[in-house]
């Protein structure tokens, strides 16, 4: 990488995008907490459980699991830290794409200024989870196999695959280009050796320990999330990000990236693995959150954007002037979209605001129910059973049933009695709730209410097909609306140091 004025004038300006961006969007996420609740475990030895002495693995984010857990054991937040790491990986991203532009004066340049502008990257920046992370093990480890560093190329996908499950996918496209350059005698045994044997050994261990230790090949949360193929949501998904970023630029100058034989290996890798990911995003129906899996793959189809910018660039002036001008679409298409409603709920999917107003009302009602345990008001061991699995188990430390399976096997191995909200089809059964002895049922997916809110709330709420009271309880300015599954004697034990309306 030359560094010169205009080098270090782009490089600050990107930075300085993003910092932007992140301070705009910043948020931890109700999701982040089940990674902190399993941490949380693993550091105080009681292993990587959602319930202590049930062994369910309801997170897809092992190597991000551990690296929380040696954070929490020397004392550090998890909420700090996870978003200290997110950040971290978003700026890394960005200046590997910078590297890439600065070794010509081209155009390019607009591939990290645009990745930097978009609502999404730095947004998902934050929230808690491990997504940058992973796009900048998935990007660097596809980077080095076309630059011909398999061994570097291998461990950087095989932490990749142990960070998220795609990560596998982005492994099998490399290795299906290796497997052709073998069959074509453009690399030899010796060079799929060298490739395969880190990741081999690095995923390999960690599917037979968790065999061992959960009794399963796969993790639970893939059968609570993952039910088949669902292509109209999964296209509507891939369709809503098409219009909120305005694509098109950046899909006609990733197509130029192929004329560009500069980095052609890296364009196909990069093209390939991108296609199969989508195909994968159709199949599987999208994600509840807005284009956080896109995040993914937004590093590499930047990019070729910028590959195929620099191509147009190198053109006679007609073509450089619109290199010009799509490279400003390219920027203002994702500047754009910090502007744009983020409170919405289309089509199943949540914008970056609802869900950081949801994770923000999740922990205030956490804290507040965390405060009438410690007054001794709420007992510390009432089972609780909620949709949204998060920030109120992780605060209140209640034995926890997942109504949607994420964490419990039981409910993850029924199925979807129709197609709902992505992720969030499963819910659990009245039987499988009183069986568990559920003290309060998180019907309204709100526990803690204003005052005034059970006057107003229905009598009765149906589950699995059958009415179920409503019961009121009054903690101090407060008012608890939930349905429980305990025998009448025993929800007034539970909840005798507190005021029972109804």
């Known amino acids: 990488m030359r560094i010169n004025a205009t080098t270090l004038l782009f490089a600050l300006a990107c930075l300085g995008l993003f910092a932007w961006g992140v301070e705009r969007h910043a948020f931890v996420g109700d999701d982040a907490y089940i990674a902190f609740r399993y941490a949380d475990h693993l550091a105080a030895g009681i ?8 062994r369910v693995e309801g997170y897809t984010d092992f190597l ?26 978003g700026a890394a991203l960005l200046v590997l794409l910078l590297v890439r532009a600065s070794d010509r004066w081209s155009l390019a340049w607009a591939a990290p200024l645009a ?15 491990e997504s940058t992370l992973f796009a900048l093990l998935v ?13 570097a190329s291998s461990w950087l996908l095989a932490f990749a695959a142990l960070t998220r499950p795609e990560g596998l996918l982005f492994i099998a496209v490399p290795g299906a280009f ?34 061992a230790y959960y009794g399963a090949w796969i993790p639970n949360s893939f059968h609570a999330k993952v039910h088949g193929a669902w292509w109209d949501q999964g296209l509507t998904y891939l369709g809503l990000f098409a219009t909120d970023y305005l694509a098109l630029p950046m899909i006609l100058l990733a197509a130029l990236a192929f004329r560009n034989t500069e980095r052609r290996n890296e364009t196909r890798l ?12 159709a199949y599987a129906g999208g994600d509840r959150f807005e284009f956080r899996f896109l995040v993914f793959i937004l590093p590499l189809l930047y990019a070729m954007a910028g590959d195929g910018l620099a191509h147009l660039a190198r053109g006679k002036p007609a073509a450089r002037a619109l290199a010009a001008l799509l490279a400003v679409a390219l920027v203002g298409t994702a500047f754009r979209t910090h502007f744009l409603p983020g409170t919405d709920d289309r089509s199943g999917v949540a914008g970056l605001a609802r869900i950081r107003d949801y994770a923000d009302r999740r922990v205030a009602e ?40 994420i964490n419990d096997r039981t409910i993850a191995a029924g199925a979807p009695e129709h197609r709902g909200i992505v992720a969030h089809e499963l819910d659990a059964s009245a039987d499988y709730l009183a069986s568990r002895n559920v003290a309060i049922f998180d019907v309204f997916n709100r526990i803690v209410h204003e005052p005034g809110a059970g006057s107003r709330a229905p009598r009765e709420f149906v589950h699995d097909g059958r009415p179920f009271s409503v019961r009121v309880v009054r ?9 429980t599954f305990l025998p009448e004697a025993e929800f007034r034990r539970v909840f005798g140091g507190l005021e029972i309306v109804r």
């Open 47 to 54: 292993g990587p459980v959602w319930n202590p002495g049930e």
């Open 270 to 281: 990069f093209g390939a693995a991108s296609a199969a990911f989508l195909v994968w995003v």
């Open 178 to 211: 290796l497997a052709v350059d073998l069959l074509r005698q453009r690399r030899n045994v010796s060079d799929a050796a060298k490739w395969a044997w880190p990741w081999i050994v690095a995923v390999g261990a960690h599917v037979f320990w968790r065999r």
């Open 366 to 405: 956490g804290r507040f129910l965390r405060a009438q345990i410690e007054a001794g008001r709420l007992p510390d061991d009432l089972v609780l059973a909620v949709g949204g699995a998060g920030a109120v188990p992780w605060l209140t430390r209640w034995p926890t049933v997942d109504r949607r399976g």
């Open 475 to 483: 903690a101090g300015e407060r008012e608890l609306l939930f349905v």
């Open 115 to 129: 990745l930097a502008a978009g609502r999404s990257f730095t947004g998902w920046s934050t929230g808690g989870l």
């Open 139 to 151: 990007f660097a480890g596809l980077e080095r196999f076309a630059r011909g560093s398999l061994r």
């Open 64 to 89: 991000w699991v551990v690296l929380l857990a040696g954070a929490m054991r020397i004392g550090l937040s998890p909420e700090v830290v996870a978003n200290g790491i997110g950040i971290a990986c």
